[in-house]
């Protein structure tokens, strides 16, 4: 059962914008952390971005006054706005729900492909 559906991937020309979306299923939304990790070929996964469910923001260095991340909790769906984006964000997204600002343990989603490129 997906638990984690995210959205919202795409081709973009660096400096522009996408918005990921992941729903989740209520139970999980509630009682976690929701963030997004991504992936570049050749790289370790890392965190870009959480939100606790107190609101409680933690960014990566690399996105930060870029990336910015909201819940909405009637629609148990977390957003990731990108704004100003570089080649060097093309990566796999993937939608995290876990404990704590860096999510540990919980669901991934199945990941979407953010590709910069003019």
């Known amino acids: 059962q997906v638990q984690l559906v995210e959205s919202g991937g795409g081709l973009v020309q660096p400096g522009g914008s996408l918005r990921l979306s992941c729903a989740a299923s209520?139970?999980?939304?509630?009682?976690?952390?929701m963030g997004w990790y991504r992936q570049a070929p050749g790289k370790e996964r890392e965190l870009v971005a959480s939100l606790t469910t107190d609101l409680i923001t933690n960014y990566a260095d690399s996105v930060k006054g870029r990336f910015f991340i909201s819940r909405d909790n009637a629609k148990n769906t977390v957003y990731l706005q990108m704004n100003s984006l570089k080649p060097e964000d093309t990566a796999v997204y993937y939608c995290?729900?876990?404990?704590?600002?860096?999510?540990?343990?919980?669901?991934w989603g199945q990941g979407t492909q953010v590709t910069v490129s003019s």
């Open positions: 209520a139970s999980i939304f509630s009682t976690n952390s």
């Open positions: 995290k729900a876990g404990r704590g600002p860096f999510l540990v343990g919980g669901d």
